[in-house]
């Protein structure tokens, strides 16, 4: 089971960056999938998730109104468009495939696959 996080780059303050999520080895509509992200000398933050169907989805505090998480699963694809970037989005960004199909939230024990990471730098 792999899932690839892809998309990330350097870009400037105010900018827009789109990281997509596609998997080889599950299907992706039996999970739920979080966006995670750790920035340097910091903890593994959540950042956003999506229930199976895409019917509902959920934010972090910082990132409302400014991303947005959503799928296509006839694409086992997964993405997150990040708009209105700041320096402190400066990340690695990693997408993760949850166990509950219906859970979206911070826990990352909650997550059973993990993303090997997308680099986003955010430049002033």
């Known amino acids: 089971v792999q899932l690839q996080a892809s998309g990330g780059g350097l870009v400037q303050s105010g900018g827009s960056l789109r990281l997509s999520c596609a998997a080889c080895?599950?299907?992706?509509?039996?999970?739920?999938i979080g966006w995670f992200r750790q920035a340097p000398g910091k903890e593994r933050e959540f950042v956003a998730g999506?229930?199976?169907?895409?019917?509902?989805?959920n934010y972090a505090d910082s990132v409302k109104g400014r991303f947005t998480i959503s799928r296509d699963n006839a694409k086992n694809t997964v993405w997150l468009q990040m708009n209105s970037l700041k320096i402190e989005d400066t990340a690695v960004y990693y997408c993760?495939?949850?166990?509950?199909?219906?859970?979206?939230?911070?826990?990352?024990?909650?997550?059973?696959?993990w993303g090997q990471g997308t680099e986003v730098t955010v430049s002033s």
């Open positions: 999506i229930v199976w169907s895409g019917t509902s989805r």
């Open positions: 993760a495939a949850g166990g509950h199909p219906y859970y979206t939230g911070s826990s990352e024990t909650n997550y059973r696959y």
């Open positions: 080895g599950i299907t992706l509509d039996n999970y739920a």
